[in-house]
């Protein structure tokens, strides 16, 4: 079965962190790129990060630059999102993304809220 399926979300202070992570399954997961995504309530969905299938490269939102950092490890079919610094402005579902191949694959989103 193709899945992708996010955790690590949860309710943070400002300022405090949090990593998320995406599992996939079903598919060559080492092939596809890999995006994190996010959509605040009222907003439209938005790109916060993506990584080459290698990991060679990677791009950030400029919201995010300096704080948030994308990784993966293609033996364990996962991608992380390293969150620091977080402000309540970055409370969304993030969501990751798969592209390869001309196909597509999303997951069913984690939430993050940042709150004091």
């Known amino acids: 079965q193709v899945q992708l399926v996010e955790s690590g979300g949860g309710l943070v202070q400002p300022g405090g962190s949090l990593r998320l992570s995406c599992a996939a399954s079903g598919f060559t997961f080492s092939t596809y790129a890999m995006t994190w995504y996010r959509q605040a309530p009222g907003k439209e969905r938005e790109q916060v990060a993506a990584?080459?299938?290698?990991?060679?490269?990677?791009s950030y939102a400029d919201s995010v630059k300096g704080r948030f950092t994308i990784s993966r490890d293609n033996t364990k079919n996962t991608v992380y999102l390293q969150m620091n610094s977080l402000k309540p402005e970055d409370t969304a579902v993030y969501y990751c993304?798969?592209?390869?191949?001309?196909?597509?694959?999303w997951g069913q989103g984690t939430q993050v809220t940042v709150s004091s």
């Open positions: 990584i080459i299938s290698t990991g060679g490269s990677r």
């Open positions: 993304n798969a592209r390869g191949y001309g196909r597509e694959l």
